[in-house]
């Protein structure tokens, strides 16, 4: 039979059968059934160097996070789903010590890696879709915010954002977050935070977590003080002051982790082996709603 299937697919490449057949492998057959999982041939404990350094200096220079899953999921095979659909999010399948999972990434190569209308239903849809059959959710954080703009607020970014909260909110497969970089405002919040639920959150030592950036709040704090010096090297030297004061006072990974909002500040290169042993420690979780009582989904 398998060699049929084989056959079946080599013949019929040109029409996207192996794609399918591919995505059928990281389904269970029914919704009653647990995520499959095949034999690993990538060792669990594997580091990636690379990722040590893949974050840019810049905090406002980008970078494709398909570098980062392809550099911790199992031989770096990652089946990416709707990619040419708001590509300033990632969604697809991948697997973890041969478990399969399911991935939600910012991508900061496209509009920063913000959240608008499409990407929060493409979002919601996706952890609906992993929490009906089973599948774990691992998310990659690396959020500045919601797009503003006047089109984004006549078609709902609220309502449509809200979607993907409720859905990350709903969920009851095993959750497990890892901030890269920014984690800012109500988007880190719903972006599968603890705030959501999340099981297990990491977070990089480059992870910004806070209401804004340091920039915009010293804009926003200091706004008078900055106008009323005229000197621009003293005007410079005022506001560097104040962004490193508000990001050792506020955003960074360890005062969140003081709160409780992070598990653990982790080495990147490490990232492969601490989301598998999460998930291993997650494999007998078991969470489920109040029968026949649920929320009512913003549609």
């Not at 900055?226 to 621009?232: D, L, M, R, T």
Request: proline share 6%; hydrophobic share 40%; with cysteine.
């Amino acid at each position: 039979a398998k060699s049929g299937v084989a056959h079946f697919v080599s013949e019929n490449e040109e029409e996207g059968i192996a794609p399918l057949c591919k995505l059928l492998g990281f389904l269970p057959s029914n919704n009653m059934a647990d995520a499959p999982a095949v034999d690993c041939t990538d060792a669990i404990d594997r580091l990636d160097d690379v990722l040590n350094d893949i974050i840019p200096d810049n905090p406002n220079k980008p970078y494709n996070v398909l570098d980062v899953i392809r550099g911790v999921v199992d031989n770096g095979d990652f089946l990416e789903s709707q990619p040419k659909f708001a590509p300033n999010i990632v969604t697809g399948f991948a697997r973890f010590n041969g478990q399969s999972v399911g991935i939600i990434a910012n991508q900061p190569k496209f509009l920063a890696g913000v959240l608008d209308i499409n990407a929060s239903r493409k979002a919601a849809r996706f952890v609906r879709f992993c929490d009906a059959f089973n599948i774990p959710i691992v998310t990659f954080v690396d959020v500045p915010g919601f797009l503003p703009g006047t089109a984004q607020e006549y078609g709902g970014i609220i309502v449509h954002g809200a979607k993907l909260l409720f859905a990350y909110g709903e969920a009851t497969v095993p959750k497990v977050t890892v901030i890269l970089r920014k984690a800012y405002g109500g988007a880190y919040c719903v972006m599968s935070s603890k705030h959501l639920r999340g099981d297990i959150n990491y977070a990089w030592p480059t992870a910004e977590i806070a209401v804004m950036g340091a920039s915009g709040a010293v804009e926003v704090l200091y706004g008078k003080e900055v106008a009323a010096i005229e000197s621009p090297e003293e005007k410079a030297k005022f506001v560097a002051e104040k962004e490193k004061e508000y990001n050792d006072k506020f955003s960074n990974p360890y005062n969140a982790a003081r709160y409780g909002y992070i598990d653990d500040v982790i080495e990147p290169r490490n990232t492969r082996f601490r989301i598998i042993r999460a998930l291993q420690s997650l494999a007998t979780k078991r969470l489920q709603n109040p029968a026949k009582k649920h929320s009512n989904i913003p549609l």
